[in-house]
């Protein structure tokens, strides 16, 4: 019995390969990786991005617009996850969806806790960095190493540091420009926001604006509740909506007809088709974001229409063609005047 337990140990080890994760972690993993469970929703969106298929289970269900470009994951089992206000996934059906691997978050709360519970199912944990937009990167050059896709691996991490470093090298005329003083409004009234260190704020950082707001967090979850007379006495230049609903509404909502961002038709809904191009979930979507800020502020400063990158974005991450209408809705979502400051 013993010499049976060797070789079913040596079989285990001999089909594994060894991954050190982000945090110097030596981690025994499958050699044919085909299905990871993320477990929260940006890494489960940069997991869509690479590889749909590849996607074992689900932090949440997508709407029907979102299962066209999910793909084979608009099926896979919702199991939940770790995103904020106390929300854990169904360990049952995890362990049913049968990952090869998980990975987490290695800076979300209650890591080491989490962490703990996870390896209870004997499989395969990997921390991974997820701070900044930049760790990107770092997740695409994984799943590389865990599926052996090197050439999609490739394509995505030129697209993103091709990316940031244009960013990068339009701050030096972004510092030229009067910032723009935003509120970002959140929630179906309009009366949540972001305070300055939040990473939910990372695309206005690149983007040459300033949050209009003095705050301070509470949570990493964000979406802190804010005062109407908060929100009147830093009068911002420009309103930035994430819901539809409340993008609808302020335009006849007595409690901010005389901000200034209002009498200057400044108010922009942030384009949500197929994914927030923010935040909720903060995912590769900001890459198309940060551009989508700086068009929207500052238009003169990018090289390439607004349109055109928004399709060739599309085909590269999403694998489809958007048509010239999608194009125009999207675009106009986010124009309430001519789109200069």
């Known amino acids: 019995m013993k010499i049976v337990f060797i070789l079913m140990v ?32 940006p890494l489960t969106m940069s997991v869509l991005a690479f590889d749909p298929s590849l996607v074992a289970a689900l ?9 066209l470009y999910a793909k084979e994951a608009a099926n896979k089992p919702v199991v939940g996850g770790f995103f904020g206000q106390g929300q854990t996934p169904n360990f049952e059906l995890l362990a049913a969806s049968k990952p090869d691997v998980i990975i987490m978050w290695g800076k979300m709360n209650g890591a080491e806790n989490i962490l703990h519970k996870f390896e209870k199912l004997s499989i395969p944990v990997l921390l991974v960095r997820n701070d900044s937009i930049n760790d990107l990167v770092s997740q695409f050059e994984l799943y590389a190493k865990l599926t052996g896709n ?49 990473f939910h704020l990372e695309p206005f950082k690149y983007s040459g604006a300033k949050n209009a707001l003095t705050c301070k ?13 908060k929100i009147i006495l830093s009068d911002p230049d420009v309103i930035v909506v994430m819901e539809k609903s409340f993008f609808k509404d302020i335009f006849n909502d007595i409690r901010f007809k005389n901000l200034r961002a209002m009498k200057e038709g400044k108010v922009y809904i942030v384009p949500s088709q197929p994914f927030n191009y923010i935040t909720r979930p903060p995912s590769f979507m900001r890459l198309m974001g940060i551009r989508w800020l700086i068009h929207t502020f500052y238009p003169k400063l990018l090289p390439n229409s607004f349109e055109d990158e928004l399709q060739r974005f599309n085909r590269l991450f999403l694998h489809v063609d958007i048509t010239q209408k999608e194009s125009n809705n999207i675009q106009n979502m986010g124009d309430k005047d001519d789109n200069s400051l």
């Open 10 to 41: 040596l079989l285990l080890h001999a089909e594994a390969k060894v991954i050190v994760d982000d945090y110097g972690r030596s981690v025994h993993v499958s050699d044919h990786v085909t299905k990871i469970y993320a477990a929260s929703p």
């Open 59 to 67: 932090n949440m269900p997508f709407n029907d617009e979102q299962k």
């Open 150 to 198: 090197r050439a999609r691996a490739d394509e995505l991490i030129s697209y993103t540091k091709e990316t940031l470093s244009l960013i990068e090298s339009l701050q030096g005329e972004l510092s030229k420009h009067k910032k723009v003083r935003y509120y970002f409004a959140e929630g179906l009234d309009g009366l949540f926001s972001e305070c300055e260190g939040s």
């Open 217 to 229: 967090m509470s949570s990493n979850y964000g979406m802190e509740k804010i005062g109407m007379e």
